[in-house]
């Protein structure tokens, strides 16, 4: 006990910052997400590409000087200055190819920063109905040792009095045992949710874990964010398919040389103008290979975006039927919590009239406390069913 209490207060003052909301608590969440720290770089990378394909030319311009004389032998005065500026040259339809792709990787790296925050609204909403299931169970567990702990001062009085039988008083204080040792089960358990809480957002969980609201009857869309990342990433597979198809061979070259020379000490300097053009040649079995492999990625892609529409529909039909499952057990656990309570109440009376042993006492009240403890992880059931149902939906906190 004094460890966990060490725990808890450790982790109470690690942070003061409460998200109150599960709006909060994502908002808190996605600053501290190591992909999310990376979205900026990858849209300047992005942003990169696309500026250098609105660029004059695919590369930058090239610039190489070159001196040549006789020094090293006859030594008569022999000088050549040269200067050469190389320009690379866009292929027919590559600037276009290029454009494309550079735009749809700028869509690209937006679909993903949804579907990634997305993603982390799950695991949000997964950790907070966690701490929610483990605040009810150590309430209820706390309750059930109180309760065990007066019924055991009660019958140890009566044993003492000699009003009741050791074994009763025996089955007493193992009652307590068994409840005061749940009890610190369930703080350690506790602790354990509010850790990976912490954790996950570098805030504490707040005092009140209140449900989301309903969502309307609607079926997913293209605009899902995890079908609109699967098919910016099926667009961006075929610009580059596209580019791969334009480039067939290397950049063509332009160039423009600058010479200055003189044949001996006695002649003048004579300057000379030239331009060169570069045509590489295509290689056909490489050509093939990039072709082959921006057509296999663009297949993947599309397998990818059908696989994702299908499997998301199938996990709306999944959470819609949870969530109808779980309101009737919701509704069938109230009905539980009161029957098992009026037994409880019947049963204290006649234990208290000597009319029922405590074994059928504590048989009862284990009970009481089951149906206490169904009722609770229901509620929270059906809460978690409602914010998974979103989950799939698209919808965010």
């Known amino acids: 006990m ?3 209490a060490m725990l808890l ?12 909301t ?15 720290a990376a979205l900026t770089a990858r849209e300047d990378e992005a942003r990169a590409r696309a500026e250098l394909a609105a660029g004059f030319t695919p590369a930058p311009p090239a610039l190489s000087l070159s001196s040549l004389n006789d020094r090293l032998n006859r030594n008569r005065g022999k000088q050549e200055w040269e200067a050469e500026m190389a320009v690379p040259l866009w292929l027919p339809g590559q600037k276009a190819a290029r454009e494309a792709e550079a735009e749809s990787a700028m869509a690209e790296v937006a679909a993903r920063s949804k579907a990634l925050r997305l993603q982390l609204a799950g695991e949000v909403r997964e950790a907070w109905w966690s701490i929610a299931a483990a605040r009810n169970v150590r309430d209820l567990s706390a309750r059930r040792a109180e309760t065990a702990r007066a019924l055991d001062d009660d019958l140890q009085r009566r044993y003492q009095a000699g009003d009741l039988a050791r074994i009763d008083a025996n089955l007493a204080q193992s009652e307590r045992l068994a409840a005061a040792a ?27 874990l209140a449900e989301e609201r309903a969502v309307p009857a609607w079926e997913p869309s293209e605009d899902h964010p995890l079908l609109a990342a699967a098919a910016a990433a099926a667009r961006t597979a075929r610009s580059k398919q596209r580019v791969a198809e334009e480039t067939r061979r290397d950049a063509p070259e332009f160039a423009v040389r600058v010479v200055r020379e003189r044949g001996d000490f006695s002649e003048p300097y004579a300057n000379l103008v030239g331009v060169k053009l570069t045509i590489p040649f295509s290689s056909g079995p490489r050509v093939r290979q990039e072709s082959a492999a921006a057509r296999a990625e663009t297949s993947q892609a599309d397998a990818e975006l059908a696989l994702a529409r299908h499997r998301l529909q199938l996990d709306v039909d999944r959470a819609r039927l949870d969530l109808a499952a779980a309101e009737r057990q919701l509704a069938m656990a109230r009905e539980r919590r009161e029957l098992a309570a009026d037994n409880l109440g019947l049963t204290e009376k006649s234990f208290a009239l000597g009319e029922a042993d405590l074994t059928t006492l504590l ?7 089951e149906a206490e403890a169904f009722l609770n992880r229901q509620q929270v059931a059906r809460a978690a069913a409602q914010s998974r149902l979103k989950q799939v939906l698209g919808v965010l906190p």
């Not at 109470?12 to 998200?19: D, E």
């Not at 599960?22 to 999310?36: F, I, K, M, S, T």
């Open 2 to 4: 004094r460890n966990i």
């Open 22 to 36: 599960l709006a909060d608590a994502l908002e808190q969440a996605w600053v501290r997400h190591p992909q999310a």
């Open 182 to 208: 749940e009890a610190i089960e369930a703080k350690a358990a506790l602790l354990a949710a509010e850790q990976a809480w912490h954790n996950l957002t570098g805030t504490l969980a707040p005092a009140v």
């Open 363 to 369: 048989r009862v009240r284990a009970g009481a406390f």
């Open 9 to 20: 207060a450790a982790l109470a003052t690690a942070g003061s910052v409460h998200a109150q």
